[in-house]
T-cell receptor
Framework: DAKTTQPPSMDCAEGRAANLPCNHS???????VYWYRQIHSQGPQYIIH???NNETNEMASLIITEDRKSSTLILPHATLRDTAVYYC??????????????FGQGTELSVKP | GAGVSQSPSNKVTEKGKDVELRCDPI?????LYWYRQSLGQGLEFLIY????????KSGLPSDRFSAERTGGSVSTLTIQRTQQEDSAVYLC?????????????FGPGTRLTVT
C-alpha cells in the first residue's frame, strides 16, 4: 500500500473552510484515497473516498489532483465538533473483499471559536 | 440502526492474567477487523476476518494474541499472559465488504490497562 504524508497539526477558525492536504506520491492506479477522522475518545469515523474524480458528500469534499499524487479534504464550514485527528489512507478496494487500513499519524485539526 | 458494540468498555487486569475482549459487528457485515491504539504506536491493525476465508493475522504482535469469530458474527480477541505493553484501546470495526466502498464502521473500543 502507498504511504501518505500529512501535516501533524492545523488550526481553523470556526465557520471557515478547513483544507487538509495529503501527499500520496507513490499511489498506484487502482488505489483509492480514503479519509477517516477520530474525535477524542471515539473510534475512527469514515468521511469520504475517491479514485480520481472529485467527490462531495454531506460531510466534506475531496479534491484529487490530476496526477493523483496529492489530495485535499475540505470541510466547508468547520465547527468546534470537527476538532479531531484526520487520517488520509490509500488502499486498493476490491469488490467482495475487505482489507486492513494502515493509519499514519494523521493531522490534528483544531477548530477555534 | 445499531452500530458496532464492544465489551467491556474498560478492563483493568494484573500482569500475567488472560483477558477476553468482545466485539459485536453490524448485522450482515461480512468483514470484521481488530485494531489497537496506544500512545506510542498510534492506530495499528491486528487481525481481519472476511467471511469463511482464513483470517489475516499479519498484525498480531505475538503468539499471546489470538482471535476468533464464531458463526460469522461475534468476535473475541484473547490476550494471554498480559504484559504492561499490552495496555491500549482495542478497537473493532466491521464492513460490508461486498459493497466495494470499503467503509469500515468502528466501535467505541475497549480500554485495557495492565497493572
Amino acid at each position: 500500500d502507498a504511504k501518505t504524508t500529512q501535516p501533524p497539526s492545523m488550526d481553523c477558525a470556526e465557520g471557515r473552510a478547513a483544507n487538509l492536504p495529503c501527499n500520496h506520491s507513490t499511489i498506484s492506479g487502482n488505489e483509492y484515497v480514503y479519509w477517516y477522522r477520530q474525535i477524542h475518545s471515539q473510534g475512527p469515523q469514515y468521511i469520504i473516498h475517491g479514485l480520481k474524480n472529485n467527490e462531495t458528500n454531506e460531510m466534506a469534499s475531496l479534491i484529487i489532483t490530476e496526477d493523483r499524487k496529492s489530495s485535499t479534504l475540505i470541510l466547508p464550514h468547520a465547527t468546534l465538533r470537527d476538532t479531531a485527528v484526520y487520517y488520509c489512507i490509500v488502499r486498493v478496494a476490491i469488490y467482495n473483499q475487505g482489507g486492513k487500513l494502515i493509519f499514519g499519524q494523521g493531522t490534528e485539526l483544531s477548530v477555534k471559536p | 440502526g445499531a452500530g458496532v458494540s464492544q465489551s467491556p468498555s474498560n478492563k483493568v487486569t494484573e500482569k500475567g492474567k488472560d483477558v477476553e475482549l468482545r466485539c459485536d459487528p453490524i448485522s450482515g457485515h461480512t468483514a470484521l477487523y481488530w485494531y489497537r491504539q496506544s500512545l506510542g504506536q498510534g492506530l495499528e491493525f491486528l487481525i481481519y476476518f472476511q467471511g469463511n476465508s482464513a483470517p489475516d493475522k499479519s498484525g498480531l504482535p505475538s503468539d499471546r494474541f489470538s482471535a476468533e469469530r464464531t458463526g460469522g458474527s461475534v468476535s473475541t480477541l484473547t490476550i494471554q499472559r498480559t504484559q504492561q505493553e499490552d495496555s491500549a484501546v482495542y478497537l473493532c470495526a466491521s464492513s460490508l465488504a461486498t459493497s466495494g466502498v470499503y467503509e469500515q464502521y468502528f466501535g467505541p473500543g475497549t480500554r485495557l490497562t495492565v497493572t
